[in-house]
């Protein structure tokens, strides 16, 4: 018999919120978190306009010594993490450290850091670069600094799957939970690369929206005038337990983890396979692994990137796995609201999605305003929806051809 995998805490840092439940109140009312750049000066760019974080202050919460010595998407980590600790009441000592686990992944890594750094060498020479410089632009210096903060011993990992990751992350800590390797997984996506040539990067693919006149209209998964997605930056944290160490230490218990799949398209490096045929595989293996038929399926919560060919693409694998199910399957792209988070994304959206399960209510797919004839599902268009839910799955695609699903399920469902 498998280990249940229950979410015992989360916590988020987002364009919506510097928390979980700011980022879960914004969702459900229809709140844009789009606005012009701040990061940098945008005014030569194509799009100058992002997903960006509000209001966070690594210094104040780190102490400034700490914080200089990480790049932005690592303090948001550590935030996260703490936050997520703390919501599930769990404290670290010398009796259970050897037994959590951080796996958190990210994109693209310490972006704002390597550029800062690589301009202090165009003026100033090699001497004046920061001997912090390589730790702090790795991706694993993520889950490093999380074990260092909070004295984890345990198995430690950095995923980095492109968009994919944050999911990929929350679904391999489910894995090693119910394989035995780690009690507690603290997992999740962290990312922070609106930076001017990240960005100048994705517009030379033509893969951002330049809808420069009404932002916070800019992110409109589905809808038929959709023009590209609106990259963002934040951090998602899940606190996974095996069900018997959760309820022994008399935790509170959000959910299960239900199932988990993941592919590649072996396709293209940037565009979804044809019909999403390597999604559509990644969400019948997560099903399988969940032991659930498609109409047990309650709701999905979509990568929907608001671009033209994952939209279509993904609209197109839900159709073939759920079948005339899937007309009848209400599916939302919270990204409308909080943009692309990249690395962040699928850890993110995990977080509202088990606030959905906690809530019986579905967030919506806000700017949704002219239906594509190749987009012909319900996206939940503009209003929150109040529904039983029992299962929940999520869908994460990223550049490689990568695709990730996880289900979660109501806690003390019998299936």
């Given amino acids: 018999?498998?280990?249940?995998?229950?979410?015992?805490?989360?916590?988020?840092?987002?364009?919506?919120?510097?928390?979980?439940?700011?980022?879960?109140?914004?969702?459900?009312?229809?709140?844009?978190?789009?606005?012009?750049?701040?990061?940098?000066?945008?005014?030569?760019?194509?799009?100058?306009?992002?997903?960006?974080?509000?209001?966070?202050?690594?210094?104040?919460?780190?102490?400034?010594?700490?914080a200089r010595r990480m790049d932005r998407f690592v303090q948001y980590a550590v935030v996260t993490a703490d936050q997520a600790l703390k919501d599930a009441r769990l404290e670290v000592t010398d009796s259970n450290r050897d037994r959590i686990a951080p796996i958190v992944g990210t994109g693209i890594g310490g972006v704002t850091t390597l550029i800062h750094e690589y301009e202090t060498l165009k003026a100033k020479g090699p001497r004046r670069i920061s001997p912090?410089?390589?730790?702090?632009?790795?991706?694993?210096?993520?889950?490093?600094q999380v074990a260092i903060n909070f004295g984890l011993r345990g198995p430690n990992l950095a995923v980095t799957s492109a968009c994919a990751t944050g999911t990929n992350a929350i679904g391999e800590a489910f894995k090693m939970i119910q394989r035995g390797a780690a009690d507690v997984m603290i997992c999740g996506g962290a990312e922070s690369c609106i930076v001017s040539l990240v960005m100048a990067g994705f517009n030379a693919m033509t893969a951002?929206?330049?809808?420069?006149?009404?932002?916070?209209?800019a992110s409109r998964p589905f809808d038929k005038g959709r023009d590209g997605f609106v990259a963002g930056e934040g951090a998602g944290i899940l606190i996974l337990e095996?069900?018997?160490?959760?309820?022994?230490?008399?935790?509170?218990?959000?959910?299960?983890?239900?199932?988990?799949?993941?592919?590649?398209?072996?396709?293209?490096?940037?565009?979804?396979?044809?019909?999403?045929?390597?999604?559509?595989?990644?969400?019948?293996?997560?099903?399988?692994?969940?032991?659930?038929?498609?109409k047990e399926i309650d709701y999905l919560n979509a990568h929907g990137t608001s671009t033209q060919l994952n939209d279509k693409s993904e609209t197109a694998a839900v159709k073939t796995v759920f079948g005339e199910a899937a007309y009848d399957l209400p599916i939302s792209s919270t990204k409308s609201m909080h943009g692309h988070l990249l690395g962040a994304a699928g850890a993110v959206e995990a977080v509202i999605c088990v606030k959905a399960l906690q809530n019986s209510l579905i967030p919506p797919t806000i700017n949704y305003e002219t239906p594509d004839p190749e987009c012909d599902l319900d996206y939940v268009p503009h209003t929150a929806r109040p529904k039983a839910l029992r299962a929940i799955m999520s869908n994460s695609f990223g550049f490689g051809g990568h695709n990730a699903s996880i289900i979660f399920g109501k806690n003390g469902d019998s299936r």
Wanted: net charge negative; with cysteine; proline share 6%.
């Fill in 1 to 66: 018999m498998k280990t249940c995998v229950v979410v015992t805490g989360v916590g988020a840092i987002s364009p919506l919120g510097l928390d979980a439940d700011s980022t879960w109140q914004a969702a459900i009312a229809g709140t844009s978190g789009v606005a012009p750049i701040t990061h940098f000066d945008a005014s030569q760019h194509e799009t100058k306009f992002a997903a960006e974080v509000k209001g966070f202050d690594g210094e104040a919460i780190l102490g400034r010594k700490d």
């Fill in 132 to 144: 912090f410089l390589i730790p702090m632009i790795l991706p694993d210096t993520a889950p490093g």
């Fill in 208 to 217: 951002l929206s330049t809808r420069n006149d009404d932002p916070q209209r």
């Fill in 242 to 294: 095996s069900e018997a160490h959760a309820k022994a230490r008399g935790a509170k218990i959000y959910g299960r983890v239900l199932g988990y799949g993941l592919t590649d398209d072996a396709y293209h490096i940037s565009a979804p396979a044809e019909n999403g045929a390597g999604a559509a595989k990644c969400m019948k293996l997560a099903l399988d692994d969940a032991g659930l038929s498609p």
